[in-house]
């Protein structure tokens, strides 16, 4: 009986070779990945180096204040009232006390303790910190990274920058850190932070510069470095670094809804914030550079009223009384471009270099008036130490002229809130209705001293500005509120 034979077909040699060729190309891939995922690995800064160098000279700062009226209630509290405001409304009535099961009043009042970051700048004991850290402390203790508490004693503070100088006299060649340069730091870099977040000594966080040069309504002389390093409180008054290993920032504050990170972050900028210490060590007092302007940030519609090719500049909308800016002849209006060659793209960049300047040393300021470039020079006065705000009076009633085009009804400043403005002429605006005034932002109560660059004296003036007014193009106005000038814009 014959016997029957499977033959299996062999694969053909091209059929091999591309089977072969797809093996080598999927290696390849695989090889690629795994090589570029190191290379990635490897670009990424390392930290353990920088930190183990840096430590020593980062220092965590406790301090005990005694209520003088009454207190919390709360023993140990690692918050103090500026950290304690950050916090949800929830957490801030119960550390308070108001809430709090632990009792408060005035029968009960506990030292309150804080906490916070530092660091030493000067082996004989000079420390640098938050003005917030420590404030109203009775007692400050530092404590290093060998354990050692020592003692602090403050030297000096300077609200307006939001920092605090400290020494400790029983240190003895103590650890400090490298001063860097905050000026050539830029957006993208990578940027880390030494602290004490929540009483954590030593936390290290990391991240990259955000922004340079904000500004923030609580401090208008410092250009603010923002960062997304994480800080918390108890971290305030730490060093943030370079990739140097050098101290470019102290950590401040930052922008949260919840009480804790999220995101944002400032730093002061140590260029800014050495120049303070010095003046501090060695005058105990912190002198800064006074121009005497109130300004606001030029938008679109201003750029545009004013015959400004884009927005840029700081609108001055007042000019104050006895001050340098009056001396030098800067009016209501102008518009300053340039100080000392700087251009000032926002208005929040005037204020810091204006901070900065020495006290009697003349500026140099390039302003646009009238649709023209000029050069006023300055002498740069000191800042006051208080400005008073000046409180608005009630319009009253008034039995002269009126008129009402735009939209509203205006009448003479009455001689009791002209004095109480300091303005003299103008109109105040009596009613506004639906039109181009309404929709600029008048309001009544508003005094009016100037329209389309015009001053504004009288009714008369007022009548015939308006009558003169482009139909085509948006205004300026300025007006009084509440004690302030503003410009707004306003569009027939």
Do not use: C
């Not at 500004?215 to 603010?224: A, D």
């Not at 930052?254 to 260029?271: C, E, K, L, W």
């Not at 471009?337 to 901070?355: I, N």
């Amino acid at each position: 009986m014959p016997s029957t034979m499977t033959e299996v077909a062999q694969p053909s040699p091209a059929f091999q070779m591309r089977r072969a060729l797809g093996a080598l190309l999927m290696l390849s891939v695989m090889m690629t990945v795994f090589w570029s995922q190191g290379v990635a690995a490897r670009s990424l800064p390392d930290f353990t180096e920088l930190v183990e160098e840096n430590s020593g000279a980062v220092v965590n700062i406790s301090t005990t204040t005694t209520p003088k009226n009454g207190g919390t209630g709360f023993h140990g509290l690692p918050f103090n009232e500026r950290q304690l405001e950050q916090l949800p409304e929830f957490f801030q009535d119960f550390f308070r006390g108001q809430q709090s099961p632990f009792g408060g009043g005035p029968g009960n009042a506990q030292p309150r303790r804080s906490m916070g970051s530092g660091f030493i700048v000067s082996s004989d004991g000079y420390v640098l910190t938050n003005n917030h850290v420590v404030e109203g402390a009775d007692e400050i203790i530092v404590r290093l990274n060998d354990r050692r508490e020592l003692p602090a004693r403050l030297v000096g503070t300077d609200p307006r920058s939001d920092m605090a100088v400290l020494k400790i006299d029983d240190g003895d060649d103590l650890p400090v850190v490298q001063i860097g340069r905050s000026r050539d730091l830029k957006v993208g870099e990578w940027v880390f932070a030494i602290g004490s977040p929540f009483g954590f000594d030593y936390t290290v966080t990391a991240g990259i510069v955000s922004a340079l040069g904000r500004s923030l309504p609580s401090e208008n002389y410092v250009p603010f470095i923002q960062t997304d390093v994480a800080i918390n409180p108890g971290n305030s008054g730490g060093p943030l670094f370079n990739l140097d290993g050098d101290v470019v920032g102290i950590n401040s504050q930052i922008y949260t809804r919840s009480g804790g990170f999220m995101g944002v972050s400032f730093a002061i900028p140590i260029d800014d914030a050495m120049s303070v210490f010095r003046q501090i060590r060695d005058k105990g007092t912190v002198s800064r550079g006074w121009l005497g302007v109130l300004i606001q940030e030029v938008n679109r519609d201003l750029a545009e009223s004013f015959g400004l090719k884009r927005p840029r500049g700081a609108l001055v909308a007042e000019v104050m009384e006895g001050s340098p800016a009056e001396a030098a002849g800067l009016q209501s209006g102008d518009i300053v471009l340039e100080y000392d060659d700087e251009e000032v793209q926002l208005s929040s960049d005037l204020p810091p270099m204006v901070g900065r300047t020495p006290i009697g040393e003349t500026a140099r300021l390039t302003i646009l008036r009238g649709g023209e470039e000029t050069v006023v020079d300055v002498e740069i006065g000191q800042l006051p130490e208080q400005s008073g705000a000046r409180q608005p009076a009630p319009a009253g009633e008034n039995s002269g002229s009126s008129a009402a085009p735009l939209g509203m009804t205006v009448k003479p400043v009455p001689a009791e809130l002209a004095d109480s403005l300091g303005v003299q002429g103008g109109v105040v605006v009596t009613d506004v209705a639906r039109g181009p005034a309404f929709e600029a932002g008048i309001r009544p109560r508003d005094v009016i001293t100037e329209i389309n660059r015009e001053k504004i004296a009288s009714i008369d003036d007022f009548r015939d500005v308006v009558a003169a007014l482009p139909d085509d193009r948006a205004v300026s106005v300025r007006v009084v509120r509440e004690g302030r000038a503003i410009y707004l814009v306003m569009k027939p």
